[in-house]
């Protein structure tokens, strides 16, 4: 049966979400080479497996990284309406 009506967009996540929700996929796509590797330890394809699995764990590490540096929602908000305020001031001052 055709589908008339769409599905709904999916919902919009913040950059913080999306940070967390790629670690998260990253962490279980490790999780699957750790058991690959468990399963076929002497496997010609092992090298490729333990290297992707250095390549996941560093890809958490950077994830992590960027989640520790972004700058939360509400702090650039409040940012961006004292900017103008702050500037005003300034060039009166001047």
């Keep these: 049966m055709l589908k008339i009506v769409p599905?709904?967009?999916?919902?919009?996540?913040?950059?913080?979400?999306?940070?967390?929700?790629a670690s998260d996929y990253a962490l279980c796509?490790?999780?699957?080479?750790?058991?690959?590797?468990?399963?076929?330890?002497?496997?010609?394809a092992s090298v490729l497996i333990m290297a992707?699995?250095?390549?996941?764990?560093?890809?958490?590490?950077?994830?992590?990284?960027a989640l520790a540096h972004a700058e939360p929602v509400g702090a650039r908000l409040a940012g961006d309406r004292a900017s103008p305020g702050a500037?005003?001031?300034r060039e009166i001052a001047q």
């Design 29 to 44: 796509a490790e999780a699957v080479a750790q058991q690959a590797m468990l399963m076929q330890p002497r496997s010609p």
């Design 87 to 89: 500037n005003n001031t």
């Design 7 to 21: 599905d709904p967009p999916l919902p919009l996540h913040s950059l913080e979400d999306t940070i967390m929700l």
């Design 52 to 65: 992707s699995m250095h390549e996941l764990e560093t890809l958490r590490r950077l994830l992590e990284s």
